[in-house]
């Protein structure tokens, strides 16, 4: 898990949030309750669309060194500052698994249906099956 420093704009019923080392990744919500819950996956996502892109991955910055930089004194000026801890995806790292003959081959069928590869297919189902049991 990574600590990230997240800016909250607005009023009740209507809140923002961004991230000043994740310029881009932004989302609202009409609670702060829904808001934490809504950054953290939309940074997850986000984080994770920059990882497929090839894109290199910003650094999160603690409040103390954020807190040195003018951009962001300016940017927190009018906005709480909170702190949320999010599984950020990382580089892919090569895994060997044993799976049933048939079943793979309905993986391998389903993953060139959804243009995927099998790699790509099998983590997003893993996520998936990971997000629904988690809730």
């Known amino acids: 898990m990574t600590r990230v420093v997240m800016l909250i704009h607005g009023e009740a019923g209507n809140y923002g949030a961004s991230f000043p080392d994740f310029p881009g990744a932004t989302t609202g919500a009409d609670d702060l309750d829904e808001l934490y819950r809504k950054a953290a996956e939309m940074l997850a996502f986000h984080v ?3 990882v497929e892109d090839g ?3 910003p650094r999160a910055r603690s409040l103390e060194e954020l807190r040195g930089d003018p951009v ?3 940017d927190s000026r009018d906005a709480l500052v909170g702190l949320i801890e999010v599984d950020l995806p990382g580089r892919a790292v090569r895994v060997n698994i044993s799976v049933e003959e048939s079943l793979l081959k309905r993986i391998d ?3 060139e249906a959804a243009g995927e590869s099998r790699s790509g297919f099998l983590a997003q189902a893993a996520k998936a099956r990971l997000t629904s049991s988690v809730a």
């Open 109 to 111: 069928r389903a993953a």
């Open 55 to 57: 894109e290199p991955v």
């Open 48 to 50: 994770g669309g920059l």
């Open 72 to 74: 962001f004194v300016e």
